[in-house]
């Protein structure tokens, strides 16, 4: 409830804790008649990004369609997406994805390099060991010696291109697109990914990964080969899968082990 004075009493526990979560100092930003949007302030004489769309994800066309819409427009700046635990990020700039981050762990720079075979686990756990603020990820991997820049720029586009179609997947949650502020960090290589050809190359895997995350909704399961599944006459590509699938691996774990993407394709 909002008083004549200003005043913001929140009315039941479920405005509390929206609000609790977002506790700090918010500007008002006037909407349409009926709507009001609140904007955490940053630090003292920061930019306060300027959002162009932000909304409630519905279906599962509901970011098709806002990318669709960024990329009509050529609009440069961000989208982030939010589900229910995860947050993907999408630079953007004249239809081209620049730069990609996902709090995911399947979606992050390293697991997507062991994925691919181009770091070993070990190896990816010495890069993280010496990570730190000023020394990201890549620049260590680059700097022991593990990858080169080429190799690095490949796994960053393949990185991003994961980020894009896990996001193109998320059926409910919120999202918004705003304008970069001028202190934004640049990203460690700038990529140039023209989305209508990644929406293109996307649209049959993106139908396979939607029908498989029905039935298979986490890479946390640890799949169990059955008396029944062992008899059957299994191909020559999913034997090692079904090796490892003993309810000990996960599905992330089998991946990792035999350098496959963890979405089908």
């Not at 934004?184 to 290589?189: G, K, Y």
Request: charged content about 25%; proline content about 5%.
């Amino acid at each position: 409830m909002i008083a004549a004075d200003g005043a913001i009493t929140p009315s039941g526990k479920a405005a509390r804790e929206l609000l609790g979560g977002r506790a700090g100092r918010h500007e008002v930003i006037a909407g349409p008649p009926g709507l009001l949007l609140l904007q955490q302030v940053g630090s003292a004489g920061k930019k306060r990004s300027r959002v162009l769309a932000a909304g409630e994800i519905i279906t599962k066309t509901t970011v098709l369609e806002m990318v669709s819409t960024i990329v009509n427009n050529g609009w440069q700046g961000e989208l982030s997406i939010w589900d229910t635990t995860h947050t993907r990020r999408l630079r953007m700039d004249q239809g081209a994805i620049k730069a990609a981050q996902s709090d995911m762990p399947s979606e992050r720079l390293g697991e997507v390099m062991v994925a691919l075979g181009v770091l070993t686990a070990a190896q990816l756990e010495r890069c993280v060991s010496r990570t730190s603020v000023a020394r990201r990820l890549g620049e260590v991997a680059i700097s022991e010696d593990f990858v080169n820049p080429p190799q690095l720029f490949s796994m960053l586009q393949a990185q991003a291109e994961r980020i894009f179609q896990a996001g193109l997947l998320v059926e409910s949650g919120t999202y918004e697109f705003a304008v970069l502020q001028d202190d934004t960090e640049a990203p460690l290589m700038a990529l140039h990914i023209p989305v209508q050809a990644l929406l293109f190359e996307s649209v049959q895997r993106i139908d396979e990964m939607a029908h498989f995350r029905k039935r298979i909704p986490s890479g946390d399961l640890r799949p169990n080969l059955t008396d029944a599944a062992a008899r059957i006459t299994i191909g020559e590509s999913l034997r090692p899968v079904a090796a490892l699938s003993d309810g000990a691996h996960s599905i992330h774990e089998i991946g990792r082990e035999l350098h496959l993407d963890e979405d089908p394709g």
